[in-house]
């Protein structure tokens, strides 16, 4: 398959995402919707792309699967551009469908990858996020210089998008076709009863993900109402946070091919840093410095989890479907605790504080839960 091409592919991808994707939790606050769908919104990419995966696991033509997602997606922005976006309603339930064939892209996407990193996982998946970051990070900060405070241009930014995956859509399209992988496609509960080690990995990262999540929806109304902060701010944060994962990803990468249960906890224990620097914070440059660490947990994230359980499955199509589907319901349900919980809280000691306790909360609560990857 050529290498070149594919990482073209995750280039323009990620610089469509850059553009959009780190701001529509925020823009959710910013139009109206409700806490519970911001929630919604916060955990769909995660829940709604994990649904859709179990079912797709018996496709046979990947390549197919990744041109059709492409092509979908990009007309989904388009409708985001032009009808969706200032109503509420209507941007939920596009973003739903969004994250829903998105999760179809990411399958195929895991799959091709799956391929392509026998031998040397860290390294060569290391390989290829860092094309995507580059991609990401680029256009997290062309969104941010432009949109500023001013929502309304947000519509051109998603027709941008829009446009640049159509665009690759097109690229695409001329990929060879991959050999169908003929092994027999186990079932779901067989591979749980059989692979304990398997069983117990996804138990502990479906923990982990409800403690997650659980913070999701109280960032964007930590950003709009604690640090009252805008487009171009968020931008920075994002960039911060790129940059930082462009420095450590490759190095992640190696680490991890040497000492993957040390790197499975660090990038997750770290990830406290984030509620702890919004619950604490008294301006956005604590956000800046904190985001420092992303380069870390994001690293870890791209590389280090997917990876075990392509390592410790024979059947990798049904496991991948599984981490991605006990992963998303995981984080449905911990941002709609979340969302649901600001919502009771917020009538008896007032919004802010409620967001902060929260966030306190749950900082205790990754570092507690951070501690059970040292078992797997």
Do not use: C
């Not at 995402?17 to 606050?29: E, N």
């Not at 080690?197 to 409800?210: G, M, Q």
């Not at 790129?242 to 040390?262: H, I």
């Not at 410790?312 to 049904?318: K, V």
């Amino acid at each position: 398959m050529d290498h070149k091409k594919l990482k073209n592919y995750i280039l323009i991808q990620n610089l469509a995402g850059g553009l959009v994707s780190p701001f529509m939790s925020f823009l959710a606050a910013v139009i109206g919707v409700p806490s519970v769908g911001i929630s919604l919104v916060s955990s769909a990419s995660s829940f709604f792309s994990g649904v859709v995966q179990l079912p797709l696991r018996r496709v046979r033509r990947v390549e197919q699967l990744l041109k059709l997602s492409t092509l979908v997606l990009a007309i989904l922005w388009f409708v985001m551009a032009f009808i969706a976006y200032g109503n509420p309603t209507a941007y939920l339930v596009t973003y739903v469908l969004i994250a829903g064939v998105g999760g179809a892209n990411s399958f195929a996407w895991a799959l091709i990858m799956e391929r392509l990193s026998r031998g040397s996982r860290g390294w060569v998946l290391a390989n290829f996020a860092f094309y995507g970051s580059i991609g990401s990070l680029l256009a997290t900060l062309v969104t941010g210089a432009i949109v500023g405070s001013n929502y309304v241009v947000m519509r051109y930014v998603f027709m941008a998008s829009a446009s640049l995956i159509l665009v690759n859509a097109i690229n695409v399209w001329s990929i060879k076709s991959i050999d169908p992988d003929d092994r027999v496609i186990s079932e779901p509960l067989s591979i749980l009863r059989g692979n304990r080690r398997l069983a117990k990995f996804l138990f502990i990262n479906t923990v982990f993900a409800i403690v997650w999540s659980f913070a999701w929806p109280l960032f964007p109304l930590a950003q709009v109402y604690l640090l009252n902060m805008n487009v171009e701010q968020l931008a920075i944060v994002n960039v911060i946070s790129g940059v930082s994962t462009l420095v450590l990803q490759r190095f992640v990468g190696k680490w991890f091919d040497r000492n993957r249960r040390l790197v499975m906890f660090l990038g997750r224990l770290l990830l406290v840093t984030f509620p702890l620097s919004y619950a604490l914070a008294n301006n956005v440059y604590v956000i800046y410095i904190a985001n420092t660490v992303a380069g870390f947990t994001n690293s870890a994230s791209n590389i280090a989890y997917i990876s075990f359980v392509y390592d410790n499955s024979e059947d990798r199509r049904t496991a991948v479907s599984l981490y991605n589907l006990f992963y998303g319901v995981g984080t449905l349900i911990g941002s709609l605790m979340g969302g649901a919980l600001v919502m009771v809280m917020t009538s008896y000691v007032g919004l802010k504080d409620s967001v902060r306790y929260m966030l306190l909360g749950d900082a205790a609560a990754r570092a507690l839960t951070a501690t059970l990857y040292m078992s797997v």
